[in-house]
Antibody, heavy 120, light 108 residues
């Protein structure tokens, strides 16, 4: 039974970098067959895909965020991480990490989510 | 890029059947997956592929596809089905991921 857990600061100042980590248990992020994804949800709004990283270490980002976004993985800790630079209030959201299957496409396991507020 | 379109809100009487739809060009190439989100909780996968349910999802929830429209049907809606429902698929243009805007289901 795979479990994911997000961690990181709940408050980030404008113009700084938002950094989150997702710790995975019950599966290996370096095993093929799944990708590892970040999804966010602005308060009271819908879901927005942020980006993902493949078990090979390659990645794919949302076109609207790619200039500020990086995603990396640490196989030794079974973690993957998100960094979003130059944040503004518009980046305030609940951030979820999830496991993504490719064919068929779905997100079958989600972390509980972590609220990140961008404010001075 | 493409988009997925959902009705913002749908209501159903207790015990009746409701269909929630998701339209988008990407659905001609990819099956949608469907997620249920109750207030304060993370989304939960309820349908994937042509019409597959993860373990623990009741069989009153089903999925179907016709052309560029994917549908989630709840047959005999229960109070616990009241939630937001989101569809998702890959974008055929650039392989990114699309989410529909979500449908708020109210069970009367």
């Amino acid at each position: 039974h795979v479990q994911l857990q997000e961690s990181g600061p709940g408050l980030v100042k404008p113009s700084q970098t938002l950094s989150l980590t997702c710790t995975v248990s019950g599966d290996s992020i370096s095993r093929g067959g799944y990708n590892w994804t970040w999804i966010r949800q602005h308060p009271g709004k819908g879901l927005e895909w942020v980006g993902n990283i493949y078990h090979t270490g390659s990645f794919h980002f949302s076109p609207s965020l790619q200039s500020r976004l990086s995603i990396s993985m640490d196989s030794s800790k079974n973690q993957f991480s998100l960094k979003l630079t130059s944040v503004t209030a518009a980046d305030t959201a609940v951030y979820y990490c999830a496991r993504e299957a490719d064919l068929p496409f779905f997100f079958d396991s989600w972390g509980p989510g972590t609220l990140v507020i961008v404010s001075s | 890029s493409s988009e997925l379109t959902q009705d913002p809100a749908v209501s159903v009487a207790l015990g009746q059947t409701v269909r929630i739809t998701c339209q988008g060009d990407s659905l001609r190439g990819y099956y949608a997956s469907w997620y249920q989100q109750r207030p304060g909780l993370a989304p939960r996968l309820v349908i994937y592929g042509r019409n597959n349910r993860p373990s623990g999802i009741p069989d009153r929830i089903s999925g179907s596809i016709s052309g560029h429209t994917s549908s989630l049907t709840i047959t005999g809606a229960q109070a616990e089905d009241e939630a937001d429902y989101y569809c998702s698929s890959r974008d055929t243009d650039d392989d990114s991921v699309l989410f529909g805007g979500g449908t708020k289901l109210t069970v009367l």
